[in-house]
């Protein structure tokens, strides 16, 4: 699991990013991108991850992959991307 790897390679790092589609405003789809975030760090630091390995961002709509003009471009969209920053 990625807890595990973590957890077995204390040196690694990474950068949890949260993104939404464009059905809320700006404001509250930003809030709740930075909240799932915190929620996916909050549950890898409750299987021992450490803090510092952790780097939470929530990015609302702004870095759409897909038209938010249908319910498939819009699942697209809200999406949770894992980028490693250091291993």
Do not use: C, W
């Not at 990013?17 to 909050?42: M, P, Q, V």
């Amino acid at each position: 699991t990625l807890a595990k790897t973590l957890v077995d390679n204390p040196s690694m790092k990474l950068e949890i990013s949260s993104h939404t589609d464009n059905s809320l405003d700006a404001n509250e789809s930003l809030t709740f991108s930075k909240a799932r975030a915190k929620a996916i760090a909050k549950y890898l630091k409750e299987h021992e991850v450490l803090d510092s390995q952790l780097e939470e961002v929530g990015r609302g709509s702004a870095d759409a992959i897909a038209l938010n003009n249908s319910a498939k471009g819009r699942k697209r969209n809200e999406r949770i991307e894992i980028r490693f920053l250091k291993l």
